[in-house]
C-alpha cells in the first residue's frame, strides 16, 4: 500500500543566507522523498524560515530594519536557492505567521490544562543601558577556570570549561558593553522532569528506531528513572522578537517552543493555501493528522537532538497530537578536514557556487556519495569533488551513452534492436533493484552510488569487450554493432533510473533524449524494446573544469589571509568577528604552502622500469589500523587475486570514500611483515610532505591491467 508521508527538514534560522550545512541536509531529504515518490508513496515535504528570536531582533535594530523587514530581506535573498539545487519542497512558509501563533497557543494551553506548564521567578544578567535581559551567548568576561578574556557566559573556547554564567570574572554585556546587573523576573518552564514525562519518552525512544548514536545520547538524558531531565524554560522577557503568551503580557515563546510549532504551521498553510489538493490530498489539515496511518518524519543536524527527541515529542504528545515516527540525524560538513564555521573564516557559499556557473546536481551527486544513515560528519574536499564528478558522472555513466547513442542515430535511424546482455551481467542488473532500494530507503546514500558505479563499470566493460568503434568500420558486423549499442542504451536507461533521486535534472534530460520515463522504477525489470527510438545525442553533463573550483576558492584565501592578519592583531575582536562573517566563499583552514617539487632521480633503464609490476587495483575494502595511526588496511582486487595492503594515506582519507575506488599498485613488491599483519604490495601516491594524493586509474581501466 502507498505510504503517507509527512517530511520536513529543520527550520533555517532567517538571519543570513544559506549556507552548504543547509543544502547538505536540503539534499539528504530531497533524495530521501523523491526515492519514495518513485515507490508510488504519498509525501508532502515542508519547511519553513525560523523567524523569531533576539538575535534577529538585534541584527535588524544594528541594520535600521524592523524585524519583520529583515526577515523579509533574508528570505527574498535565498528563496530562489532551494529551486537552483532541484530541491523538490512542497510548501516553504515562516514561523511568524497566524497558523503559528493560533496552533502554539493551543498546544500551550493543553500543556497548562494537563498540569506540566509552571512559573516561578528566577535571577539572571540584566543589561541596564540596553534595558533587556542577557542570554549566555550575549555575556562575556574573564574565564574563572584558566583566567582567558573575552568569554562567552556558558564555556571557555580556551579551556573547554563550562560554567554558568554568574561565575565569569569581570562579565559585561557583549552588546553595549556595560557591566550586567542581577535581576529577577517571573518565567515559564515545560515541566519535563516530571514523572510522566519520563515515562513516556522512554516509551517513545523505545518503540521508535532511531539511530543507534541517538539512542545512546538518549539513554544518558532518561537514564536514572528520568532524573537527569530538567524542567525547560519556554519564556524569554520583553524586548524579544516572538510570540506573546496568550496570558501572560510582555512574556514571548522561547524561539525553540516555537520553531518546531512551525513544522505544522506550514503544513496548516499548506493544506489551506490549496496546494495540498493540487499534489492529490482533499482532506483538511486536521483530518490528515488525525490519520494514524500518516508517517511524519523529521531530518536534523546533530546538535539539536536535544529539541527534537526530548521537548517535541513530549509537548505533541501531552497536547494530545502525533508524535514522529523517527528523527533522523546527520552529522556536520567540513572543508577539507576542518569544521565550516563562517566566524573563523572556513565556510562554503551555495550562492558563490551556482554564481560561477558550478552545475547544482555536481554538488548533489558530491553529497550523497558521503552520506550514511550514521550520525557521522563529512568532509567537502575540492581535489576529490573534481575527481569523484568527473570519474563517476563523465568518465563511467555519460560515458556509456555517448559511447552508444551516434551509432545508433547514424547506422540505424535512431531505433534500437533488441538488447542483449550477457548472462553475468543481466544477473547483476537484475538482483541490483532490490539492493539499491533497500539503501535509499535506509538513506545509505553512500552504498547506493557505489553500487551503481559498480553497474556502470560492468556497462563499460562491456563495451570495451565489444568495441563498437571497431564494429562500425566492418560493413559484415552491422547487426552485431548495432545489438552492442542497444545493450548500452539500455543499461544507460537502468543506470539513469537508479540515479533520478540523486541526479532529477540530468535524469530528466536524460530521459527525454532517450524516449524513456526516468521515475519508472518497475521498468527496470524490462529491457528497451527492438524499435524503441532515441534523439540524437547531445552532451549531458561536462566535466568539472578546475579553473571554476579556482575561481571559487581564490577569493576565500584572500579573506584568510586578511582574517589571520587581524586575529593576529586582536584574537577576539568583533570587527574581526563581524569581517569574517561576511565571508560566504570557500575557505581552506589554513593558506596552503607553495609545493615543494623535489629534483628528478638519476636516469634508469627501460630494462629497470620493466622489472617494476603496475596494476590497476580496485579497492574492496578501507579500515583503519587501530594500532597505527598513519595507516589503513586496505583489501585490493587485481583482476585474478586479492591483496591486503598498508598504506599511510589514513590522513587524507576517510576510509569509506575509497571503497569502489581504482587505484595503482606496485604488484610485485615483495611482502613485507608489519605487527599488524603483512602488506603485499603499495599503492602509489603524490605528495609534498604537506599533502597525499591517491594515483587513479582512468574511466575503462579494469582491476589487474598492466600499466605500461
Not at 516555537?258 to 483538511?284: H, I
Amino acid at each position: 500500500m502507498p505510504r503517507k508521508l509527512f517530511i520536513t527538514t529543520a527550520l533555517p534560522y532567517a538571519n543570513a543566507p544559506f549556507h552548504l550545512g543547509h543544502f547538505m541536509e536540503y539534499i539528504q531529504a530531497d533524495i530521501w522523498v523523491r526515492f519514495q515518490r518513485l515507490q508510488g508513496h504519498k509525501v508532502h515535504f515542508i519547511c519553513a524560515d525560523d523567524a523569531h528570536g533576539a538575535p534577529i531582533m538585534l541584527n535588524a535594530e544594528k541594520q535600521g530594519l524592523t524585524p519583520e523587514k529583515l526577515v523579509e530581506k533574508v528570505t527574498s535573498e535565498r528563496v530562489g536557492d532551494l529551486s537552483k539545487f532541484n530541491l523538490s519542497f512542497d510548501h516553504w512558509y515562516s514561523t511568524h505567521s497566524p497558523e503559528n501563533v493560533a496552533l502554539l497557543h493551543d498546544i500551550y494551553k493543553k500543556l497548562k490544562a494537563n498540569k506540566l506548564i509552571i512559573s516561578r521567578e528566577i535571577e539572571q544578567f540584566y543589561d541596564p543601558v540596553k534595558g533587556m535581559f542577557l542570554a549566555d551567548r550575549y555575556i562575556k568576561g574573564i574565564c574563572p577556570k584558566c583566567g582567558a578574556k573575552d568569554q562567552y557566559g556558558d564555556s571557555c573556547e580556551v579551556c573547554g570549561a563550562v560554567y554558568a554564567p554568574t561565575d565569569l570574572k569581570s562579565p559585561y554585556s557583549a552588546i553595549t558593553g556595560a557591566k550586567p546587573v542581577l535581576k529577577k523576573s517571573e518565567h515559564f518552564f515545560f515541566k519535563l522532569s516530571d514523572k510522566r514525562s519520563a515515562k513516556f519518552l522512554n516509551e517513545w525512544v523505545a518503540n521508535t528506531p532511531l539511530q543507534s548514536e541517538v539512542k545512546n545520547k538518549l539513554a544518558e538524558w532518561l537514564g536514572d528513572g528520568g532524573k537527569n531531565l530538567n524542567d525547560w524554560d519556554i519564556s524569554r522577557d520583553a524586548p524579544y522578537f516572538g510570540i506573546e503568551l496568550p496570558d501572560a503580557p510582555g512574556k514571548y515563546f522561547y524561539v525553540w517552543m516555537d520553531a518546531p510549532v512551525g513544522y505544522l504551521a506550514s503544513l496548516k498553510n499548506y493544506f489551506e493555501s490549496g496546494k495540498a489538493k493540487l499534489n492529490g490530498e482533499a482532506r483538511s489539515f486536521d483530518e490528515f493528522l488525525a490519520d494514524d496511518e500518516v508517517e511524519q518524519y523529521h531530518f536534523i543536524g546533530k546538535d539539536i537532538i536535544y529539541f527534537h527527541t526530548l521537548f517535541w515529542p513530549a509537548m505533541l504528545h501531552f497536547a494530545g497530537r502525533k508524535v514522529p515516527n523517527n528523527v533522523f540525524v546527520h552529522g556536520f560538513i567540513g572543508f577539507s578536514g576542518e569544521k565550516m564555521s563562517k566566524s573563523r573564516g572556513t565556510g562554503v557559499s551555495p550562492q558563490a557556487y551556482l554564481k560561477l556557473g558550478l552545475n547544482p546536481e555536481w554538488l548533489r551527486y558530491y553529497i550523497a556519495a558521503k552520506l550514511n544513515d550514521r550520525v557521522e560528519d563529512l568532509d567537502f574536499n575540492p581535489d576529490d569533488f573534481v575527481a569523484r564528478v568527473n570519474s563517476d558522472l563523465i568518465g563511467k555513466y555519460v560515458n556509456i551513452a555517448s559511447r552508444a547513442a551516434g551509432f545508433i542515430s547514424k547506422k540505424f535511424e535512431g531505433k534500437l534492436a533488441k538488447p542483449q546482455l550477457p548472462p553475468d551481467i543481466a544477473k547483476e542488473f537484475a538482483a541490483a533493484a532490490p539492493e539499491i532500494a533497500t539503501c535509499y530507503d535506509g538513506r545509505e546514500f553512500g552504498k547506493a552510488i557505489r553500487k551503481i558505479m559498480a553497474l556502470a563499470d560492468l556497462a563499460n566493460q562491456y563495451v570495451d569487450a565489444n568495441k563498437p568503434w571497431e564494429l562500425a568500420k566492418n560493413e559484415d558486423r552491422q547487426s552485431e554493432l548495432h545489438t552492442v549499442c542497444s545493450t548500452c542504451i539500455s543499461m544507460f536507461r537502468d543506470l539513469t533510473v537508479y540515479l533520478a533521486p540523486v541526479l532529477p535534472q540530468l535524469a530528466a534530460n536524460a530521459g527525454e533524449m532517450f524516449n524513456f520515463n526516468a521515475g519508472d522504477w518497475k521498468a527496470l525489470t524490462k529491457l528497451l524494446p527492438a524499435g524503441h527510438e532515441i534523439k540524437p545525442y547531445k552532451h549531458l553533463m561536462t566535466r568539472i573544469d578546475p579553473k571554476q573550483m579556482d575561481a571559487l576558492l581564490e577569493p576565500a584565501l584572500e579573506a584568510t589571509k586578511e582574517a589571520k592578519a587581524s586575529a593576529k592583531a586582536d584574537s577576539k575582536s568583533s570587527e574581526h568577528a563581524e569581517a569574517a562573517n561576511s565571508e560566504f566563499a570557500l575557505v581552506p583552514p589554513e593558506t596552503p604552502k607553495p609545493v615543494v617539487i623535489q629534483p628528478i632521480n638519476e636516469t634508469i633503464s627501460i630494462d629497470d622500469f620493466g622489472r617494476i609490476d603496475l596494476r590497476v587495483a580496485k579497492i574492496l575494502d578501507a579500515e583503519l589500523v587501530v594500532e597505527a595511526d598513519k595507516l589503513l588496511k586496505l583489501t585490493l582486487d587485481l583482476g585474478i587475486e586479492t591483496r591486503t595492503v598498508f598504506a599511510g594515506i589514513r590522513s587524507a582519507y576517510n576510509p569509506k570514500d575509497l571503497v569502489g575506488r581504482l587505484t595503482v599498485t606496485v604488484a610485485n613488491l615483495a611482502p613485507r611483515k608489519m605487527r599488524f599483519g603483512e602488506s603485499q604490495g603499495m599503492v602509489l601516491a603524490a605528495g609534498d610532505g604537506t599533502g597525499i594524493y591517491l594515483l587513479s586509474a582512468d574511466s575503462g581501466a579494469v582491476p589487474g591491467m598492466r600499466i605500461k
